[in-house]
């Protein structure tokens, strides 16, 4: 089975608004496309410390920005 049909396994059963932890890594930019893939409705989530532009919450809002899915900092 390969990486992508294992998380297709994953997300093709879930229903309604999907919450994802993103960053700027591979893993969570690879499930985040697959749902955008698969038509899912998805709300990203970042860490972030108060008054820090990390790499990973700039990298995680632009990719948001390009694929028109909602992105909250927390």
């Keep these: 089975m390969s ?3 294992a998380i297709r396994s994953q ?16 893993d969570s930019n690879s499930l985040l496309f ?8 998805v709300v ?3 860490f972030r410390l108060d008054g820090v532009d990390s790499v990973d ?3 995680a809002k632009a990719n ?4 028109g899915v ?3 900092e927390i």
């Design 3 to 5: 990486i992508k049909s």
């Design 11 to 26: 997300i093709l059963p879930l229903e309604g608004k999907i919450a994802l932890l993103l960053s700027s890594g591979v």
């Design 34 to 41: 697959e749902c955008l893939e698969q038509g899912k409705d």
């Design 44 to 46: 990203c989530y970042t």
């Design 57 to 59: 919450s700039k990298m």
């Design 64 to 67: 948001c920005l390009e694929f």
């Design 70 to 72: 909602a992105h909250r």
